[in-house]
């Protein structure tokens, strides 16, 4: 089995926890899949000496698509050098505006929750965020926090 497939399958097996849905009304991707079969193993993520990846992430309270996201983070060993920005969008809706301008995300994917940004990249949807977060942890590359006064292209 190649490295990145055992990455996804301890994601898979890590997810099945069972996400409960909150009764708080969020925006769904309509992309996004309600399904948790990641198939990532967190246990064989690393960050290179002196890297680290930081991670700016907007969720919603009670929307699963952020709680498998959730999970995921909250899966990362914790000798990956990994910084995660949480904002909850309904007490942060002028920096998630923001955000999604200085990220040129399109009209129809605004408002959608969960939406990651790594870097100059940014991912709306579970499955995405998750890729997203992945690739970068494995570039082996340092990815600073991106900040909205700064240009990302």
């Known amino acids: 089995m190649e490295r990145s497939e055992a990455i996804r399958l301890a994601i898979a097996l890590g997810m099945m926890g069972g996400i409960v849905a909150g009764t ?10 309600d ?3 990641w198939d990532v193993d967190v246990s ?6 002196n890297t680290s990846v930081c991670v700016v992430f907007f969720y919603s309270p009670g929307c699963p698509h952020c709680g498998n996201v959730e999970e ?6 914790d000798d990956v050098n ?10 942060e809706p002028a920096r998630f505006d923001r955000y999604l301008e200085a990220y040129d995300v399109p009209e129809s994917d605004r408002g959608s929750v969960p939406a990651v940004l790594v870097g100059e990249e940014y991912a709306i949807g579970d499955r995405p965020a998750i890729e997203l977060i992945v ?13 909205v006064n700064e240009t990302t292209s």
């Not at 990994?82 to 007490?91: G, I, S």
């Not at 690739?135 to 900040?147: D, H, L, M, Q, W």
């Open 135 to 147: 690739n970068a942890i494995e570039s082996g590359k340092t990815v600073r926090c991106p900040a």
């Open 82 to 91: 990994l910084t995660v920005q949480r904002y909850e969008v309904r007490k």
């Open 35 to 37: 399904d948790t079969d």
């Open 24 to 33: 708080l009304v969020y925006v769904q991707n309509p992309t996004a899949s």
């Open 72 to 77: 995921f983070l909250a899966a990362v060993p």
């Open 44 to 49: 064989e993520l690393s960050t290179e000496d």
